[in-house]
């Protein structure tokens, strides 16, 4: 079953704290996005990537980093946590073109305490 | 800003009626569109796609429906299940390359 992982489901973390979020897909898929849900906002791309290496930002990039060395991993990095950064994180993937979905992992539940 | 979006946050349906969730876009150059299924604790699910050279596609109980001359998308489940209560999300690919956009989402309830 092909999947989209993310490395946790609920993280707490401290005010100033960096915090580094993973996500890792098997289905050799060339594009990877980091979403933020809020209830009333729905989800908000922070960032994606199209290659390794390769990055863009996406409408909210303010105060986040990535980081795609490998293929088959992203990383969302929060520089310096702060409260507002508590949300639902969503990571997700797909083959590059235009008529592909993607697929996306259970998401990442981040308290900033 | 935000190109896609929903026109009822919550539909409460009943047990073995049909459902249409509703979605209005604004980028008339959007060439696909998807609808998710996103339940409790989980990640949004794909439930359908179509492609913007059609106005209709069909599924296992549920059709997308898709109105460029006034860029309405709508989503319609036949005979609502209590496993169908979820939040549906619709999302628009401005051009090939880019990413999708999502709306704020519709919360379906379905009561027995």
């Known amino acids: 079953d092909v999947k989209v992982t993310q490395s946790s489901r609920y993280l707490v973390k401290r005010t100033g704290e960096k915090v580094f979020l993973e996500c890792v897909q098997d289905?050799?898929?060339?594009?990877m996005f980091w979403y933020r849900q809020d209830p009333g906002l729905g989800l908000r791309l922070i960032y994606f990537s199209y290659d390794v290496k390769m990055k863009e930002k996406g409408d909210i990039p303010e105060g986040y980093s990535v980081s795609r060395e490998k293929k088959e991993r992203f990383s969302l990095i929060l520089e310096s946590a702060s409260t507002n950064q508590t949300s639902m994180y969503l990571c997700?993937?797909?083959?590059?073109?235009?008529?592909?979905?993607?697929?996306f992992g259970s998401g990442t539940r981040l308290t900033v305490v | 800003g935000e190109s896609v979006g929903l026109h009822l946050p919550t539909l409460s349906v009943q047990e073995g009626d049909n459902s249409i969730i509703n979605c209005a876009y604004s980028n008339s150059a959007s060439d696909y569109f998807i609808w998710y299924k996103q339940e409790s604790g989980k990640g949004p699910q794909f439930i359908i796609d179509i492609r913007s050279n059609m106005d209709k596609r069909q599924g296992q109980r549920v059709t997308v429906l898709l109105n460029k001359t006034v860029k309405h998308l709508s989503l319609q489940i036949a005979a609502t299940q209590p496993g169908d209560s979820a939040v549906y999300f619709c999302?628009?690919?401005?051009?090939?390359?880019?990413?999708?956009?999502f709306g704020k989402g519709t919360t379906l309830s379905v009561s027995s």
């Open positions: 997700a993937s797909s083959f590059v073109g235009v008529a592909y979905g993607y697929t």
């Open positions: 999302a628009e690919r401005g051009q090939a390359g880019t990413a999708l956009i």
């Open positions: 289905m050799d898929h060339e594009n």
